[in-house]
């Protein structure tokens, strides 16, 4: 494991991380005038309903995730390196050990910013709870809020739980790109696969309507307060399809790495 952490791109990590603390620094200092009811759990970069901000955040979460290390089995593939490391495991903890260090960084880059963000919002308005009668501006309710009960009860605990839920998508699109990287011969699609994937079912839900409009899109249900519709057990079933896309292509993998 040590070896795939030397390995890892530090510049590539590095970008990821400052593109995404580029948006949460940009979510907090564009905002200037703030509502006197208002709580940091209705103004930071998870919930914030009105700004555009948050929309890029969780539209370009794929490609953030990935950069760090969601193309390093292919390049290592590529360059030899990985057939050196083979020799000192086998294959198979050969690459669970390449996709436990994509998803840790995946989620690592997301759940950052995010949190850099709420702890600013948190030093910048008071720490009290969120009331659906005086902060109903906000439009924080059940359709378009999941667990919204909790959040009204315990905001706190409800923003650390969207955040963590944020890094687990990040790690999962990271896994995403890695398993799909072998089966691409061009790098930079190959990196960017994980975007292309979340604009792909961000435009068919636009087409491809579920009852009551609820998103199946995760730029959607991964932002608290969005626009859209969302439902707990159709983001449950689209994260379980994730999942499963990328232990059958690691599968896969595995039996294309054997070849």
């Given at each position: 494991m040590?070896?795939?952490?030397?390995?890892?791109?530090?510049?590539?990590?590095?970008?990821?991380?400052?593109?995404?603390?580029?948006?949460?620094?940009?979510?907090?200092?564009?905002?200037?005038?703030?509502?006197?009811?208002?709580?940091?759990?209705?103004?930071?970069?998870?919930?914030?309903?009105?700004?555009?901000?948050?929309?890029?955040?969780?539209?370009?979460?794929?490609?953030?995730?990935?950069?760090?290390?969601?193309?390093?089995?292919?390049?290592?593939?590529?360059?030899?390196?990985?057939?050196?490391?083979?020799?000192?495991?086998?294959?198979?903890?050969?690459l669970l050990k390449y996709a436990a260090v994509t998803f840790i960084t995946g989620f690592v880059v997301i759940v950052i910013p995010l949190l850099i963000n709420l702890l600013l919002w948190l030093l910048r308005l008071p720490n009290i709870r969120p009331d659906n009668l005086l902060n109903k501006r906000a439009l924080i309710i059940n359709i378009n809020t999941m667990l919204v009960s909790l959040y009204y009860s315990h905001p706190f605990i409800h923003a650390l739980l969207a955040i963590l839920f944020a890094g687990v998508w990040g790690g999962l699109f990271a896994l995403f790109v890695m398993v799909t990287s072998l089966w691409v011969s061009n790098r930079f699609v190959a990196v960017s696969s994980g975007l292309v994937l979340q604009i792909a079912i961000f435009v068919l839900n636009s087409f491809i309507k579920l009852p009551?409009?609820?998103?199946?899109?995760?730029?959607?249900?991964?932002?608290?307060?969005?626009?859209?519709?969302?439902?707990?057990?159709?983001?449950?079933?689209?994260?379980?399809?994730?999942?499963?896309?990328?232990?059958?292509?690691?599968?896969?993998?595995?039996k294309r790495l054997v070849q």
């Open positions: 040590r070896f795939l952490y030397v390995r890892l791109s530090k510049r590539a990590l590095w970008l990821a991380l400052v593109i995404g603390l580029i948006i949460s620094f940009a979510q907090f200092f564009l905002v200037k005038q703030i509502p006197l009811e208002d709580t940091p759990y209705t103004q930071w970069l998870g919930i914030d309903s009105f700004g555009f901000t948050p929309i890029v955040f969780f539209v370009l979460l794929p490609l953030i995730a990935s950069l760090p290390a969601g193309v390093m089995l292919k390049d290592d593939v590529d360059n030899g390196l990985f057939a050196k490391f083979k020799l000192r495991n086998t294959l198979q903890h050969a009551g409009d609820v998103s199946y899109s995760p730029a959607d249900f991964l932002h608290n307060g969005a626009v859209t519709n969302v439902s707990l057990p159709v983001t449950a079933i689209v994260t379980l399809l994730m999942v499963v896309y990328c232990m059958a292509m690691l599968i896969l993998d595995k």
